[in-house]
């Protein structure tokens, strides 16, 4: 499919969707969320795609919700954009192949949001990280309060948002809200290592895992472990398994994704 507001590039097992409007800092309006939902929906009926990177053109990964666009927005569109970009971002979430954001710039307000749906987060030396709308008298729409303090605890979220203050990419690997800082010019190359990295891993050991730490964060401890018993017993009926255990006890690298 054609985009307007997007790149998307497929190449050896990894889809690039390059979220593309620069000119306002790749900000989110509703037509470039419907894109990406498009794009997501995409990736989700594509067998042949087992990882995802997000990332922005120019010097922003995405600067937020549009601005503009929200001046003349009501409770009730309000309400609907906010259910938008929460019902798009949570589509990352559900995925069932990792996702990376590659974050090159800003990632404010709805960037954050987006990037706090993916999996791995990786960013360039000078992004720039935050959650500002309460500088706008707004709070985060697109899921902020929720997912923010699941990663980085209650008193960190608290910090960013209720003040708004932007963090450097340094700041953010400190609290654990980014996995790794790389210099500018590395970001592709480091992002492709993860990228290769995980594609040489099981496909269905990998979503086990995504869905299993995806759901600890809305069960009571003896549910979730039941469920992981479950998941860790499903998993010895499959190849992957065999052919890892195989791989270790005949000292050799396993191949997850034969055939
Ligand atoms: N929405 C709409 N337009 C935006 C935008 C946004 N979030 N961020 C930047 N732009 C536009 C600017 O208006 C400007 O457009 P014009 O050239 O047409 O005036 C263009 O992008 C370039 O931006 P700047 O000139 O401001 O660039 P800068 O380098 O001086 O500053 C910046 C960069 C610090 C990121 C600054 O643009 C900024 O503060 N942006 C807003 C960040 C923000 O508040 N994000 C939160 C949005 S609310 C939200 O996301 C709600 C939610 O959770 C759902």
Partial sequence: MEYRYLKVEKKDGKCVIAINRPEKL???????????????????????????VITGTGKAFVAGADIGEMKGFGSIEAEQYSLQGQRVFGMLEKMEIPVIAAINGYAL????????SCDFRIASENAMIGLPEI???LVPGF?????????????RAKQMVMLGERISAAEACHIGLVHRV??????????DALAA??????????????YLINA??????????NMEARA??????????????????SKRKPEFRRG
């Fill in 109 to 116: 307000g709805g960037g954050l949001e987006l990037a706090l």
């Fill in 135 to 137: 500088t706008l008298g």
């Fill in 26 to 52: 790749n900000a989110l309006s509703g037509e470039l969320l419907k894109e990406l939902e498009c794009a997501f929906y995409e990736v989700c009926d594509d067998g042949s795609t087992g990882v995802l």
């Fill in 182 to 191: 790389v210099k500018a010019e590395d970001l592709e190359k480091e992002v």
């Fill in 216 to 225: 600890s964060a809305d069960l009571p401890l003896a549910e979730g472990l």
């Fill in 232 to 249: 860790f017993a499903l998993l010895f009926s499959g190849n992957e398994a065999k052919e890892g255990i195989e791989a270790f006890l």
């Fill in 197 to 210: 990295k995980l594609l040489g891993l099981g496909r269905v050991a990998l979503k086990t895992a995504k």
């Fill in 143 to 155: 899921g902020g309060t929720q997912k923010l303090a699941r990663i980085v605890g209650i008193a």
